[in-house]
């Protein structure tokens, strides 16, 4: 090697010069690449991200269930009766996560004669005693039979509050 292409004056000042310069920046195929990459993180997280948001409105489904319960229980010992709208404990215009207000219907003092439109279990038996409260869920449709395609994703208070979550796990 000649002391000039130590000192950068031969071939280092070809490298140095255009041959640099044509070759700098990403090619088509790189930015593909990249793009690939970027839509299947995208495919992967959009629908864990998705499942993790419903799952944080079922918990504050529960949890404003159990609010209203506790409300209703309150109404209960102070007037010897069950409220005949969520009107009377407060709670009219709460809406669920998915938009919808909560269903309640008083069945002690209802006028409702036979099973009517309370709540059931597969055996078609109703599921509460004193009353029904519950949050029809992402689909915002809901039928008395908890069995039914429209009330899986239902959030419910059964067992006269021993239970609430989905019904589809009731």
Do not use: H
Not at 23 to 45: D, P, Q, R
Not at 133 to 148: E, F, H, I, N, V
Request: glycine letters at 8%; charged letters at 20%.
């Amino acid at each position: 090697m000649s002391r000039n292409n130590l000192q950068g004056n031969g071939v280092c000042a070809d490298i140095r010069g255009s041959n640099l310069i044509k070759s700098t920046g990403f090619t088509f195929v790189e930015l593909m690449v990249v793009v690939a990459i970027v839509a299947v993180l995208s495919a992967i997280a959009t629908p864990l991200y998705t499942e993790y948001i419903e799952k944080a409105r079922v918990v504050r489904t529960i949890a404003e269930i159990k609010m209203i319960s506790q409300a209703i229980t309150t109404y209960q010992f102070e007037t010897g009766k069950y409220p005949q709208s969520l009107a009377e404990v407060g709670y009219a215009t709460l809406l669920d996560p998915w938009g919808s207000p909560y269903q309640y219907l008083n069945i002690q003092n209802s006028t409702t004669k036979g099973k009517g439109s309370f709540r059931k279990d597969r055996f078609l038996v109703p599921i509460n005693t004193d009353y029904d409260l519950y949050s029809m869920g992402r689909d915002r449709k809901s039928s008395p039979p908890l069995t039914a395609k429209n009330s899986q994703d239902d959030v419910i208070r059964a067992n006269n509050g021993g239970y609430i979550g989905l019904a589809s796990a009731f």
